[in-house]
């Protein structure tokens, strides 16, 4: 917001945080950038009722960013949450109702769909240059714990821990489900919330798919022994009514790390992270076609001209709510050890 404030006329007038020391923090970069003081409080509920708020970002672990999401609907305001935008269902729908009955605009922090070699790489996808696609594959992998935060100065004192579990099993406090939530299935959908939501947005952003038709899942915790409940290997395959499948792997102790995204057609390959053409057969096969980049555009820029315009941001809610089922239902697969199906109909996820 800092760097777009000039461009959209915005400041920020509050900031919110259970723990004591981030809040603290966030009130003095407030202060050094507007030269105001802004209104701190450690429960959101104080600050979507404020007058003087016409938008929030929501940027907390997983689990809640639906509820704050729903209650600033709910207050009238426009809202930018991070990605994944859901971890449950239940609260999914609900925010896209009342997205749509509020008239608000909501942009999910995926932020590849501002990504102009993306935009364009989904361009030639539709073309039909590919031909006939019957699978789509990515991986992510790395080996280091990015995830480990200190929690020396994370203590009982500075944390509204009450308000940080509201609406969840009750639990002594204990500074990892603050610090290294990521960890931990009270927070998070583990590797499937974390991580896919960026690259199965991806997939629909390229291909114009909504909804996989089904999900089967496979993972565990193979390397990472350091108590944490969600994997740090995981793999998902789900499959689409357009007539292909969407394989997903992420690993968390891998040396050769990196992203790859690939799309498989009969007539070429889109190597969409690295915007390249590769016509087939491979037996004649040239040197890889770059694709020509489209221009990009700042994601928060996006949604802040949005609330001006009243347009719907490039991350609608609408994508999100996709991202979101899809990312559920690798997950409870994984959760389950059986395939899930979502039920367009009814707006639900089924067993079977």
Not at 6 to 12: F, G, K, L, Q, S
Not at 51 to 57: F, G, K, L
Request: proline letters at 5%; a neutral charge; hydrophobic letters at 40%.
């Amino acid at each position: 917001v800092h760097r777009e404030s000039a461009v959209h006329n915005a400041e920020i007038t509050a900031v919110c945080d259970v723990w004591s020391v981030n809040r603290n923090a966030a009130v003095e970069r407030v202060r050094s950038w507007w030269g105001k003081q802004p209104f701190a409080a450690s429960r959101f509920e104080e600050v979507v009722a404020r007058p003087d708020v016409d938008a929030v970002i929501i940027a907390t672990p997983d689990f809640w960013h639906m509820p704050i999401t729903i209650a600033a609907l709910k207050a009238g305001k426009d809202v930018y949450v991070e990605k994944p935008m859901a971890i449950r269902v239940d609260e999914a729908n609900e925010a896209l109702h009342l997205a749509r009955e509020m008239h608000r605009i909501v942009q999910v922090g995926t932020q590849r769909r501002s990504d102009g070699a993306l935009k364009a790489t989904g361009k030639v996808y539709q073309s039909g240059v590919l031909g006939p696609v019957s699978r789509v594959t990515s991986t992510v992998r790395f080996n280091h714990a990015r995830w480990q935060r200190s929690t020396a100065n994370c203590k009982p004192a500075d944390v509204d821990w009450e308000a940080y579990l509201t609406g969840r099993e009750k639990r002594a406090f204990d500074p990892r489900l603050l610090r290294e939530w990521q960890l931990f299935g009270l927070c998070t959908n583990g590797l499937a919330g974390l991580w896919m939501p960026h690259l199965v947005d991806l997939l629909h952003m390229v291909t114009g798919a909504a909804y996989p038709v089904s999900a089967v899942s496979h993972g565990g915790v193979f390397v990472w022994k350091d108590g944490r409940e969600t994997p740090d290997t995981f793999s998902t395959v789900l499959e689409y009514s357009e007539g292909f499948l969407f394989d997903w792997t992420m690993d968390l102790a891998v040396a050769a790390g990196g992203l790859t995204f690939n799309a498989y057609g009969t007539g070429a390959t889109l190597d969409v992270q690295n915007a390249l053409l590769i016509r087939e057969p491979r037996s004649k096969q040239t040197a890889p076609e770059k694709i020509e980049p489209e221009p990009s555009e700042s994601h928060m820029g996006n949604w802040l001209g949005c609330i001006r315009s009243r347009q719907r941001p490039s991350a609608d809610i609408q994508y999100g709510h996709q991202h979101a089922i899809a990312t559920i239902m690798a997950h409870e697969a994984l959760k389950s050890g059986r395939r899930q199906r979502w039920d367009a109909v009814r707006q639900q996820i089924i067993a079977g």
